[in-house]
């Protein structure tokens, strides 16, 4: 009966040995696993940086960025640029409406006739456009309103009475000197009206 006991706790001691032993295996693989996770852990850290790859192979946000074209950076000044082409428009515009500078209408040879032939005239000098409308010559200044006969425009238009007559031949000379546009446009300030005509003055409106 002692023999029996004795054999059933030798057994159970052995059992519970072995069960130590498998605690022991289980811990040391937890370990090592857990050495292993912080040893991967580390790496990735260091490869990604360089390398531009995380430890699982899928490149990184930063290297994939790196091969996206990027878009090219605004021309500097364009806005500026774009204001200054429709500031520019606008005086074309303004020039053309007001004759106040050359245009699309202005008479290239009669400009062009008058500078060299009255190089320092002080009335050439108020001439701000010439133009050639049918066959009348329109010649616009920065002269008043108020201007109407005098000196300045009755000299302007003898020279565009002579420039009509000698330099193209006409026959039938109408010349208008006009004023700087204002709220009537560009009013009269003297003219030529024909063969007939030779004193530039005008007879209406009134001079002031």
């Not at 850290?45 to 995380?54: E, M, W």
């Not at 994939?64 to 515009?93: M, Y």
Request: aromatic share 6%; charged share 25%; proline share 6%.
């Amino acid at each position: 009966m002692n023999r029996g006991k004795s054999l059933a706790r030798s057994r159970r001691g052995g059992h519970r040995r072995r069960k130590a032993r498998r605690a022991r295996v289980l811990e040391l693989f937890a370990a090592l696993a857990a050495v292993v996770v912080m040893a991967l852990a580390i790496g990735a850290i260091f490869v990604r940086p360089g390398g531009g790859a995380s430890a699982s192979g899928v490149p990184s946000r930063a290297s994939s960025a790196e091969g996206v074209p990027r878009a090219a950076p605004a021309p500097a000044g364009k806005g500026s640029g774009v204001e200054a082409a429709s500031t520019g428009a606008k005086k074309a515009r303004d020039a053309a409406d007001t004759a106040s500078g050359p245009s699309k209408h202005t008479d290239a040879e009669a400009v062009t006739y008058f500078k060299k032939r009255w190089v320092s005239d002080k009335a050439v000098k108020r001439i701000t456009d010439i133009r050639t409308v049918g066959k009348y010559l329109r010649i616009y200044t920065d002269l008043p309103e108020s201007a109407h006969n005098s000196k300045s425009a009755i000299d302007l238009c003898k020279r565009g009475l002579e420039y009509l007559v000698q330099e193209v031949g006409d026959q039938h000379p109408v010349v208008f000197v006009q004023a700087e546009y204002g709220q009537n446009g560009n009013p009269v300030l003297a003219n030529i009206l024909g063969p007939g005509d030779n004193s530039c003055r005008l007879t209406y409106p009134a001079p002031n």
